[in-house]
């Protein structure tokens, strides 16, 4: 059973784009929803999070929008530069110490 | 700032074989974690430990062991590799109050 879904696996967007990440939820007690950011070789590390009583945070290009009722949050990069390729995990808090990882998405901004 | 450190890098195994992945954390956090990485799974969680001298199994544990005598180290041991554990394996810890994991580079395993 996958508690958190994420889509789509893949994405091309061209340098300056807009790219959208979307992920949904089915455990309403999730209480914190992290974005983690990993490029080839390295581990994930973590890039923006929000808390559910929050519909929107922004940091600098990239922006979580959350949608509570509709148990879904997303991540937008705006401006994507080909820095920006990478795979992009979201994530939910299960409890204080544990997080249930989305399946990916592979984002490549072509120059 | 060393932070989460695993080795080694690769590995080859072959099948039925031993090995032990190592994890040790400067940072002192009490939580630590093993995953795994497959090609469009994301992340799933082996076993994790919320302090020395505690384990616990995560959604994947099978065919994996785990100790945790020190706060610093983690180590995760594959007694009889099997082709099915060729994967790219994590470790993380975390602090206390809520803060987010901190991830190792990664271990590749390929078991042949």
């Known amino acids: 059973q996958q508690q958190v879904k994420q889509s789509p696996q893949s994405l091309i967007v061209q340098k300056g784009g807009i790219s959208i990440i979307n992920c949904a939820y089915e455990?309403?007690?999730?209480?914190?929803f992290p974005w983690y950011q990993q490029f080839p070789g390295k581990g994930p590390a973590l890039l923006i999070a929000?808390?559910?009583?929050?519909s929107e945070k922004k940091e600098g290009r990239f922006t979580i929008s959350f949608n509570k009722s509709a148990k879904q949050f997303s991540l937008h990069i705006m401006d994507s530069q080909p820095g920006d390729s990478a795979t992009y995990f979201c994530?939910?808090?299960?409890?204080?110490?544990?997080?249930?990882f989305g399946s990916g998405t592979r984002l490549l901004v072509r120059p | 700032n060393a932070g989460v450190t695993q080795t080694p890098k690769f590995r080859i195994l072959k099948i039925g074989q031993s090995m032990t992945l190592q994890c040790t954390q400067d940072?002192?956090?009490?939580?630590m974690y093993w995953y795994r990485q497959d090609p469009g799974m994301g992340l799933k969680l082996i076993y994790y430990s919320v302090g020395a001298g505690i384990t616990d199994k995560g959604e994947v544990p099978n065919g994996y062991n785990v100790s945790r005598s020190t706060t610093e180290d983690f180590p995760l041991r594959l007694e009889l590799a099997a082709p099915s554990q060729t994967s790219v394996y994590f470790c993380?810890?975390?602090?206390?109050?809520?803060?987010?994991?901190?991830f190792g580079d990664g271990t590749r395993l390929s078991i042949l």
């Open positions: 929000i808390r559910p009583d929050v």
């Open positions: 994530a939910a808090r299960e409890s204080s110490y544990k997080l249930i």
């Open positions: 455990n309403t007690a999730f209480d914190y």
């Open positions: 940072m002192n956090h009490n939580y």
């Open positions: 993380a810890s975390q602090g206390e109050g809520g803060q987010p994991q901190h």
